[in-house]
């Protein structure tokens, strides 16, 4: 099993639509869990960290599964300019570095 | 706000040359990392270092070294460029503590020939 496996799509969806991705993760052991945004040629940056708890900013769910080893993003009134690379990111274990999946590529259309 | 800086956008060298690839923060971070990018493969980790003069091998330091004498920087070495260098080398930095997310630099692209 990769350490982090992400759909690559892309997704295609209309303006206004509900769209969610999901990322499984191999390592039981791992503690920190984000989703990376990244635009074309651009470095990626930080969309949200995902809590244990589940959290939202604005239109962005995401949540945390550690039983089935996964974490999701739900994205609402999808936006044109949501349209990008998201990238889900865990670390190996406690302390050490980030673990980046290949991202999934939204594409929202007018 | 974080800056992280990456010496150069784009570069091109040439096979055999020692390439220098350079890194600044100015958060006081403890931790910086090397990925490196590829279409199709993500972002896969070179080297990181939690500390000055503290250096852990990623998932590929083949042909890669790195140095870190001062906090703020951690520079990336090619010791002897291979066309199969050529990609994009994002450099990051981070708090101390585990849950701590990554800042990136904007990156750069070197072409090896």
């Known amino acids: 099993r990769k350490e982090v496996e992400q759909d690559p799509g892309p997704f295609n969806v209309p303006e206004g639509a509900t769209v969610a991705f999901n990322c499984t993760y191999s390592?039981?052991?791992?503690?920190?869990f984000f989703w990376y945004r990244q635009d074309c040629r651009k470095e990626p940056k930080l969309l949200m960290s995902v809590y244990s708890s589940g959290n939202e900013d604005g239109r962005f769910t995401a949540q945390l599964n550690r039983a089935s080893q996964y974490i999701s993003l739900l994205i609402r009134d999808s936006k044109l300019s949501d349209s990008a690379t998201y990238l889900c990111?865990?670390?190996?274990?406690?302390?050490?570095?980030?673990?980046f999946g290949k991202g999934t590529t939204l594409s929202v259309s007018s | 706000d974080v800056k992280v800086t990456q010496s150069s956008r784009y570069l091109v060298k040439r096979t055999g040359e020692k390439v220098f690839l350079e890194c600044v923060q100015d958060m006081d971070h403890e931790n910086m990392f090397w990925y490196r990018q590829d279409p199709g493969l993500g972002l896969r980790l070179i080297y990181f270092s939690y500390d000055v003069k503290m250096k852990e091998k990623g998932d590929i330091p083949e042909g890669y070294s790195v140095s870190r004498e001062k906090k703020e920087r951690f520079s990336l070495i090619l010791e002897s460029a291979s066309t199969n260098q050529t990609s994009m080398y994002l450099c990051?930095?981070?708090?101390?503590?585990?849950?701590?997310?990554?800042?990136f630099g904007n990156g750069t692209r070197l072409t090896v020939t």
């Open positions: 990051a930095s981070s708090l101390g503590t585990g849950n701590s997310p990554l800042h």
């Open positions: 990111v865990v670390n190996k274990q406690a302390g050490t570095a980030l673990i």
């Open positions: 390592n039981s052991a791992s503690q920190s």
